[in-house]
């Protein structure tokens, strides 16, 4: 079993960054595919982003590729998410997500662990 603890969100004017962390519990972290998705109010569960095993390959939604950002380091059980060039329609909350597959899916019922969130808001 995973446990995942998201940390860095806040509250940012647009046009700038935040740096999103989700730290795992667990031995077998390089073993999850890793996902980031988020959640505004009133509206559905979305992919942000994916990464393999060894980051090698990763995955973005349309609305974040060439401003978001996901990286790993497996030997500290973490997952980031660099947000850049934010607007306000990113506000939301953020979740990190494990999928025990080993390709980088996007369908949120394909990650078998999710953390709490974390709140971010982008002020116009």
């Known amino acids: 079993q995973v446990q995942l603890v998201e940390s860095g969100g806040g509250l940012v004017q647009a046009g700038g960054s935040l740096r999103l962390s989700c730290a795992a519990s667990g031995r077998t972290f390089s073993r999850y595919v890793m996902g980031w998705f988020r959640q505004a109010p009133g509206k559905e569960r979305e992919f942000v982003a994916g990464?393999?095993?060894?980051?090698?390959?990763?995955r973005y939604a349309d609305s974040v590729k060439g401003r978001f950002t996901i990286s790993r380091v497996n030997a500290k059980n973490t997952v980031y998410l660099e947000m850049n060039s934010l607007t306000p329609e990113d506000t939301a909350v953020y979740y990190c997500?494990?999928?025990?597959?080993?390709?980088?899916?996007?369908?949120?019922?394909?990650?078998?662990?999710w953390g709490q969130g974390t709140q971010v808001t982008v002020s116009s």
């Open positions: 997500a494990a999928h025990r597959g080993g390709v980088v899916v996007s369908g949120r019922n394909e990650y078998d662990y």
């Open positions: 990464i393999s095993w060894s980051g090698a390959a990763t």
